[in-house]
């Protein structure tokens, strides 16, 4: 089993920024990746960044590019997510996971309780 605990998010104005914070216990495979998820009210979870732990390749749905990073400390078992130039179509309610190197989320079997992302105008 693994655990999976998030912090950093808040409220913030347009134009700035924020850091998440994922940490994870418990055990996990030699071979696994973190991503970050988010969903809007009314909307569909989507998918917004993964790392590879091991070999820490990226990926990042274009809606963030050039302004979220997605990094990992590997001696603390923690995945980042900072989140610059922040607009209010980024409210929303950011998972992040463990799994498969994917952009979907049947590809992730454990799953933080998420923190709450509130952008305004």
């Known amino acids: 089993q693994v655990q999976l605990v998030e912090s950093g998010g808040g409220l913030v104005q347009a134009g700035g920024s924020l850091r998440l914070s994922c940490t994870a216990s418990?055990?996990?495979?030699?071979?696994?990746?973190m991503a970050w998820f988010r969903r809007a009210p009314g909307q569909e979870r989507e998918f917004v960044a993964r790392?590879?732990?091991?070999?820490?390749?990226?990926y990042y749905t274009d809606a963030v590019k050039g302004r979220f990073t997605i990094s990992r400390d590997s001696a603390k078992n923690t995945c980042y997510l900072q989140m610059n130039n922040l607009k209010p179509e980024d409210t929303a309610v950011y998972y992040c996971?463990?799994?498969?190197?994917?952009?979907?989320?049947?590809?992730?079997?454990?799953w933080g309780q998420g923190t709450q992302v509130t952008v305004s105008s």
């Open positions: 790392i590879h732990w091991n070999e820490g390749i990226t």
């Open positions: 996971a463990v799994g498969a190197f994917t952009t979907y989320a049947a590809g992730y079997d454990y």
């Open positions: 418990g055990r996990t495979s030699s071979n696994y990746a």
